[in-house]
T-cell receptor, first 111, second 116 residues
Framework: QKEVEQDPGPLSVPEGAIVSLNCTYS??????FMWYRQYSRKGPELLMY????GNKEDGRFTAQVDKSSKYISLFIRDSQPSDSATYLC???????????FGAGTRLFVKA | GAVVSQHPSWVICKSGTSVKIECRSL??????MFWYRQFPKQSLMLMAT?????????EQGVEKDKFLINHASLTLSTLTVTSAHPEDSSFYIC????????????FGSGTQLSVL
């Protein structure tokens, strides 16, 4: 079993839709949870960063962490064609442990 | 946010030559940097952890003599692919944690290496 599971998609939605991206994990020591957006042939860009459980909102993006279920989500409201990219979840434990990445979900937002 | 600069973006080389990729932290000091390899439609594969002033730590299965890493200053790490072969063709990305801990990572723009 992988430490982090993420559906690779692809996920195709119409413009304006609400997108839900998810990851599950098995290591209860994870405390830091990140979402990265990666455009084709570019480095990942940090979108959301959450420590421990809870919600965090930034513009059209909302990140949720449910540590009891070992489940994290990223919601994108009013999706735009420019949101078409691969979204990677990532997480790490305290104390300088390595960041573990999900496989990435490819998202296509159709105009 | 913190800025990590990676050069070159693209490199094409002949088989048997060596290629150097640079990763710089522009507005923070990075005692640690990470090097990844990414194949098409796949996630990031950590190759090695670059440590300023000491030897790099390589992941299992990564040839340290093939992928030479040097972290000579607090803002620069380099990855040299030695005697490159077509199977080394890939997308290479570096990252660094501004906070010093392996949590919030900022990535370079990546380098597409094509070995002919």
């Amino acid at each position: 079993q992988k430490e982090v599971e993420q559906d690779p998609g692809p996920l195709s939605v119409p413009e304006g839709a609400i997108v839900s991206l998810n990851c599950t994990y098995s290591n209860s020591a994870f405390q830091y949870f990140m979402w990265y957006r990666q455009y084709s042939r570019k480095g990942p860009e940090l979108l959301m960063y959450t420590y421990s459980s809870g919600n965090k909102e930034d513009g059209r993006f909302t990140a949720q962490v449910d540590k009891s279920s070992k489940y994290i989500s990223l919601f994108i409201r009013d999706s735009q064609p420019s949101d078409s990219a691969t979204y990677l979840c990532a997480m790490s434990a305290m104390g300088g442990f390595k960041t573990i990445f999900g496989a990435g979900t490819r998202l296509f937002v159709k105009a | 946010g913190a800025v990590v600069s990676q050069h070159p973006s693209w490199v094409i080389c002949k088989s048997g030559t060596s290629v150097k990729i640079e990763c710089r932290s522009l507005d923070f000091q990075a005692t640690t940097m990470f090097w990844y390899r990414q194949f098409p439609k796949q996630s990031l594969m950590l190759m090695a952890t670059s440590n300023e002033g000491s030897k790099a730590t390589y992941e299992q299965g990564v040839e340290k003599d093939k992928f030479l890493i040097n972290h000579a200053s607090l803002t620069l790490s380099t990855l040299t692919v030695t005697s490159a072969h077509p199977e080394d063709s890939s997308f290479y990305i570096c990252s660094a944690p501004p906070g010093g801990a392996d949590e919030k990572l900022f990535f370079g723009s990546g380098t597409q290496l094509s070995v002919l």
